[in-house]
């Protein structure tokens, strides 16, 4: 967990590493929200949880706000680093696609990150420069799914659909998925992530192109 400092880092946000008794605050924090909700959630019940006062709370942290957007974009950076900075550089569209489908889903499903699952929950909570700054950075992740849907109509891969549904859809249907996915079932997160691509594929492919790549078959 890093923490909400002054000065940016090379992704526009402010992050850095906290000190120890910093980070302990927003780890417990993350916890108390993913549990809890932000809402319903307060200063003393994350105060309880790392067996401080609030007085000592505050003496760490600004405020319950600061809290959030701390931890959200601690989510983002998890998010970036693990699934988009790794897909961006993909050339074959459909590859990249498909890439991109396996890594979030398996992100939502495997990792179970605390963090990212607060910035699933709780973007509504978020409110003045905190939203802004946590929304310019979902902004990519969009712009980057509807670049590639574009790209993908132009080289005839899929059918005529407007980029925006196809991205919308596509966040809407692994976003969900940690609402029902349980890791102790039958079916494995693999198998999920290669389910997934052949079923939303299904829809967009032209006649021509196969859901899966060669190895990809379930």
């Known amino acids: 967990m890093r923490a909400v400092k002054e000065n940016e880092s090379s992704r526009g946000q402010p992050i850095q590493r906290r000190e120890n008794r910093t980070a302990q605050i927003y780890e417990a924090a993350a916890r108390v929200f993913c549990e809890n909700g932000f809402g319903q959630s307060s200063m003393a019940d994350v105060a309880a949880a790392v067996d401080m006062t609030k007085a000592g709370v505050y003496h760490h942290i600004a405020s319950k706000d600061e809290l959030l957007f701390g931890i959200m974009s601690y989510g983002m950076d998890v998010f970036e680093e693990r699934v988009l900075d790794r897909v961006e550089k993909i050339r074959d569209p459909l590859e990249r696609l498909r890439a991109t489908i396996r890594g979030h889903l398996l992100l939502v499903t495997r990792d179970r990150t605390k963090e990212v699952t607060v910035v699933l929950n709780e973007a509504h909570a978020l409110h003045g420069d905190y939203r802004t700054r946590i929304d310019r950075r ?9 670049e590639t849907f574009r ?11 407007d980029p925006r549904v196809a991205t919308f859809a596509l966040l809407g249907m692994i976003n969900w998925t940690y609402h029902w996915y349980n890791t102790d079932g039958r079916l494995r997160d693999t198998d999920l992530a290669e389910a997934y691509i052949d079923l939303f594929l299904s829809g967009l492919l032209s006649r021509d192109q196969p859901a899966c790549g060669e190895n990809d078959a379930l």
């Open 151 to 161: 790209e993908l109509q132009q080289k005839g891969f899929i059918r005529e659909i």
């Open 138 to 146: 979902k902004r990519r992740y969009v712009r980057f799914l509807k």
